[in-house]
């Protein structure tokens, strides 16, 4: 096998041999293992090395890309000609090009801490346990957990390289694992699943079995007897899983690629404000070990971090090189390869920073509302920012945590939404590369009955 | 057709005997069952933006799936590289699950390799047309946008194409292959006036090649129809909150089906009792009026197979029959341990997935009603016929799908539009709550994604026009 460096330049330097004027090419390799325990038996165990090669091409300034699996010299000298090929058919974008070398500062690149070789020590016996332990650990936590759907540890080690005809040779190394419990609670009144995970990239960081395993038991019993509430307007409170979703559809709004599309909520509106004075949002690639960080993005441009939201003013939207050429920006090193190698926006460790509040705190201040601890479907409109979602919760009765809701849907704004975050906890939690605290909204409408 | 038809025998050199070692090695450690899942996918896709083609892609994939049961547990381990070494490697890191020392013994491929038929005979696979004729298809979509309304400012077409050989081995002795194309067009529009901006979106496509875009699916047609939504955005009202009366339009609501019963019947979750539905068959679950089916059989669809990707046939699988729960989707792992038939539900997203009970096409049959005439029946109620995407919790059986397109029904008569909203209910509940079936049965245009345990796949869904006495519906106009 060679090495991944030399089958990115071998590709590029094929490109221009075929007579393409610039090319990039990134290769990934992922090691994974993954392990599902349920009922205290080894349901599924997976295991692969696998890597893929993405080439981007571009004559002048035609541009089309490629992906393959097969890394053979044959298969990619050929799909490296055949892209050659596709580019010649496509439009002149004036916009196109690899980011200008003056952007690819070489050599020094950060040591952001991705990577962790005492994974490396852990048998598969080792592996299974960790899964084994949470899931018991769930099952042990009350009589009202009568079924699993299962406990997961999942590990990948990936090896990203890049290479492109301007100069730029780059590449890193992380590891990640997560572990993940989905216990089922039942009582007369019906069965409710729910979950709880950590993720991290060192086994440090890795959140103990016991405590996984608990939480998500905890998680799934205060659900039970959930009933349905009459149509209000009421205060809503996320939980850090909930509010996560809320920066997911900010991340989509702030994405270069929507911006000048004009398909986002935010367009036209850099230093206004967005969102109340206690919300400050940032993309920072550089955060030690964080699970999103990496020194360079997918067209090796270095990462940095960016102030997205400031007190409650919009304060920049992330950009690939294409994107900012579009915008009259700068790249801020969010550019991110899809599967098929079409370079997007991606987030790297895209949060809300953390306000005063304990979670206690904030549902405290609540009167008359709801908890929300889970939201499903797809009714959001970044365009519009029109929002309507299912939720699952916990009504909120002076201040106190009271019977479990659902079959309900909250509705709103984002634009209101944002506007309307009256407090920010204390407890930013990452289990991905977007992240968010406990966040309440002073008034959203719950459809129920 | 002859094994050595098979592209990874003539591209890859993969020989019989090369299966029957993959296959002992697999069983080394004694699992019950052991299959081998080839595959080679090649996908193009050209994207139309801002009147200029912005990319052109192509993806290749490949790579086998070695997959070893034993009992209740499932050994998976995969390689993008088809050299003997490799495929030898992923098959004893799939055989590790079974422990006991026993071997597998010998097995034997048969040879010729079956097909079962074919449901999607085209000449030409897409992956061998020409990039200039599937550019043109995007030209022709984005003047026909940009022609319906000057208020149309941006035009997104996009298209897919995926050509995907496979073939899956078993250690029963069955060997099958397959070549199933599949194209798709996607067409979104912004529109813009007084500085307010809305969005529409329309797509359609299916295991065909680009003779499929007619008529309706006819770039032009498509690209109309996403104008119009975008559109009629500007005159939409809030949509109100609260439960009510509803009346789906027939195609893409079919979604409905798709989140309240189809995941919840997928046999996976029956058989370890996590689903809402679980010990419900021969129980009334809908009213007289629904039957439902899953049917992997219907020509040229999005979501049919010759073979499941376990390589079983696809069948058409009755799920509900006059409001009655008939049974579920199964996979092998399932029907085996439920001591159940097959029905050929068996998929999975590539050769690096486990496959499990997946839906094909599903869709409810054509009742008496008038489509008309349930409309005008309905004094107060919601009009919903466009839909994004929809979600289900399975153990709990509440699901949302949420409309982009709907209007209120006053008097009997479509009033105004009103903004997207989710509607949300209770699977095992919903159906019997079906008051009128209309005789429209459509299916949608091809665009139906399914996502379940991170791995999607192409489906279809279809629908009659139908009316629910009463879904709440999660506007914000009370």
Known sequence: ?449 | MEVNKSIFVQKHNVTTQDLETYLSEALSRGGDYADLYFEYRINHSIVLEEQIIKSATKSVNLGVGVRVISGEKTGYAYSDDLTREHVIKAARTAAFIANSASSGGTIQIPTPLSQHRNLYSIPTFPAELEVAQKIALLEEADQAARAYDARIKQVQASYIDETKHVLIVTSEGKASWDIQPLVRINVMCIAEENGKRQSGYQGGGGRRSLDIFTENLAPKALARESARQAILQFRAQDAPAGPMEVVLGPGWPGILLHEAIGHGLEADFNRKKTSAFTGLVGQKVASDLCTVVDDGTIPFRRGSLNMDDEGNPTHQTVLIEKGVLQGYLQDRLSSKLMNSPLTGNGRRQGYDHIPMPRMTNTFMMSGESAPEDIIKSVKKGLYAVHFGGGQVDITSGKFVFSASEAYLIEDGHVTAPVKGATLIGDGPTVLRQVTAVGNDLKLDQGVGICGKDGQTIPVSVGLPTIKIREITVGGTEK
């Open chain 1, 1 to 449: 096998m060679s090495d991944l460096q030399s089958i990115a330049q071998h590709a590029i330097e094929r490109a221009k041999k075929s007579g393409a004027t610039a090319a990039d090419a990134m290769i990934r390799e992922d090691d994974t293992f993954s392990v599902t325990v349920r009922m205290g038996e080894v349901e599924t165990l997976k295991e692969a090395i696998s890597r893929s090669l993405m080439v981007r091409v571009f004559i002048g300034k035609r541009t089309a890309t490629s992906h393959s699996s097969d890394l053979s010299d044959a298969i990619v000298d050929q799909l490296v000609d055949e892209t050659v090929e596709m580019a010649r058919l496509t439009s002149e974008d004036q916009s196109g090009g690899l980011p200008a070398e003056a952007v690819l500062r070489e050599g020094s690149l950060p040591d952001l801490n991705l990577i962790d070789r005492s994974w490396d020590s852990l048998t598969p016996e080792q592996r299974i346990n960790l899964a084994s332990q949470t899931e018991a650990a769930a099952l042990s936590t009350d009589k009202l957990i009568t079924n699993s759907d299962g406990a997961s540890f999942e590990y990948a080690r990936s090896r990203v390289a890049l290479a492109n005809t301007i100069g730029f040779a780059g590449k890193y190394e992380g590891t990640g694992a997560v572990l993940v419990c989905v216990p089922i609670a039942q009582s007369k009144e019906g069965m409710q699943r729910d979950h709880w995970l950590s993720a991290a990239r060192h086994r440090h960081g890795l959140g103990a079995p016991e405590d996984i395993g608990k939480k998500a038991a905890t998680r799934a019993i205060r659900r039970l007897g959930a009933r349905k509430i009459r149509t209000c307007q009421v205060p809503v409170v996320f939980d850090p899983l909930c509010s996560r979703s809320l920066l997911n559809h900010l991340f989509e709004a702030v994405s270069g690629s929507a911006i000048y599309r004009r398909s986002s909520f935010l367009i036209d509106q850099i230093g206004e404000e967005v969102a109340s004075s206690v919300v400050s949002v940032i993309d920072d690639a550089r955060m030690p070990a964080g699970l999103g960080s990496v020194p360079f993005d997918d067209e090796g441009v270095p990462t940095q971090a960016t102030a997205i939201i400031e007190n409650g003013v919009l304060r920049n939207y992330l950009q690939s090189a294409y994107t900012a050429r579009k915008l009259g920006s700068k790249p801020t090193g969010n550019g991110s390869r899809s599967a098929s190698g079409v370079v997007t926006i991606g987030p790297t460790n895209f949060y809300l920073k953390s306000g005063p509040y304990t979670p206690e705190d904030i549902i405290g201040s609540v009167k008359r509302g709801m908890y929300i601890v889970e939201l499903i479907g797809f009714g959001v409109n970044t365009v519009t920012g029109d929002y309507s979602r299912g939720a699952v919760g916990i009504w909120i009765e002076d201040g106190k945590l009271t019977h479990p809701v659902h079959e309900v849907t909250i509705a709103g704004n984002l634009r209101e939404m944002l506007k309307n975050i009256e407090m920010v906890g204390s407890d930013v939690t990452f289990v991905g590369s977007i992240a968010a605290p406990t966040l309440k909204i002073s008034n959203m409408v719950v459809s129920g009955e």
